[in-house]
């Protein structure tokens, strides 16, 4: 299908300097889930249309990515779509159950993994790409647009389980009992998720964060077996296939939630951008990779935002001055929560622009 490339001149590029290591006039700050459930214009919105047919409708979908942008002056946009979509997309079965979360029916078994093939899987999810173009046209330039993915093994744990856990412990069952079917729906998984990404550059995603929400759930030994291996792979072939397409590359972004175990060993597998979660403190990471060339984004515990406002002052220009101005993006140290309150959303906001660096 043709593609409407003719984009907007970009306004605010704040996120892009930064991730690129420039020095923007302003941090520049994002929410992660910020388009969705804790946004009272959603909550009406859900009563319409069930959570898949928003994700799978572009006109939808964009509408629910720009409400958090009419609301607050954020630096970035983040598609609304759900992780989950790969698993369908492969043929597995997800629903969102109210009070539970995604449920797969199904879960995948290992004598079923030599029948899944990454082949045309990605056609099926044009509905994201229709929907980042018609984004990034609607917001005008006024801020970059994201795009994202699920990392493999997480994707993985969500297929094997049937759902969330709080062990992962069907998942992990497979890294030591079937390593030959793990790696085998690892490589499937992968590759869906390099043409994924590449089908959202194209369509016009700006920046792209890959999102490792369970590496919490392995140790350094497992993650450099099933984790770090995949998601090199997924910054290599990502540029490797935007070249042979003429197209140019854009900032990646890995956040490996939980995965402070080996964040030196992140910072080696290309991308420009590593999120960080709000158990580590700024400092730490800081020297950590003192010598690496990567931005960092995070990492304020979202719970925070419940805090009395002038607390929460204290906990955002605490965290601003220990990251730094060089090198970094604010956000959360994990998804906004459905009952957290939207006037925090702004003080952060606002809090973070008004901050001198």
Request: net charge negative; glycine share 6%; aromatic share 10%.
């Amino acid at each position: 299908m043709s593609i409407n490339r003719d984009f907007p001149l970009l306004k605010n590029d704040r996120i892009l300097k930064a991730a690129r290591g420039e020095i923007p006039d302003k941090l520049p700050v994002w929410v992660m889930r910020q388009a969705g459930r804790y946004l009272p214009e959603f909550q009406e919105y859900r009563k319409k249309y069930n959570f898949f047919e928003i994700c799978q409708n572009p006109e939808h979908a964009c509408a629910v990515t720009l409400m958090p942008l009419e609301r607050f002056e954020l630096d970035a946009a983040i598609i609304f779509s759900d992780i989950l979509v790969i698993p369908q997309a492969l043929g597995i079965e997800v629903e969102m159950v109210a009070g539970v979360g995604p449920v797969l029916p199904h879960p995948i078994t290992p004598e079923a993994v030599s029948k899944l093939s990454s082949n045309h899987v990605v056609e099926k999810l044009e509905y994201v790409g229709k929907a980042i173009n018609l984004t990034r046209h609607k917001l005008n330039g006024r801020v970059p647009l994201f795009g994202f993915t699920g990392a493999p093994w997480t994707l993985m744990g969500y297929m094997i389980e049937g759902g969330g856990s709080k062990t992962y412990s069907k998942a992990k069952k497979w890294l030591y009992a079937y390593p030959e079917e793990a790696h085998a729906l690892l490589n499937v998984l992968t590759e869906v998720i390099v043409d994924y990404l590449v089908m959202q550059i194209e369509f016009g995603a700006q920046i792209v964060q890959v999102f490792d929400s369970n590496a919490e759930y392995l140790n350094k030994k497992l993650y450099s077996i099933y984790g770090l291996p995949y998601l090199k792979r997924i910054s290599v072939e990502v540029r490797e296939k935007l070249k042979l397409k003429n197209l140019e590359e854009v900032p990646m972004v890995l956040f490996a939630k939980g995965g402070w175990y080996c964040l030196e060993e992140q910072a080696e597998l290309g991308y420009e951008v590593l999120g960080i979660d709000w158990t580590i403190e700024p400092q730490f990471v800081r020297k950590l990779l003192h010598n690496k060339k990567i931005t960092l984004q995070g990492n304020l515990d979202p719970t925070a935002l419940y805090a009395p406002k002038s607390d929460l002052k204290v906990y955002i220009e605490r965290m601003l001055e220990e990251f730094g101005s060089e090198r970094y993006i604010v956000n959360l140290g994990h998804g906004i929560y459905p009952d957290a309150p939207v006037e925090s959303v702004e003080f952060l906001v606002d809090t973070v622009h008004n901050f001198q660096i």
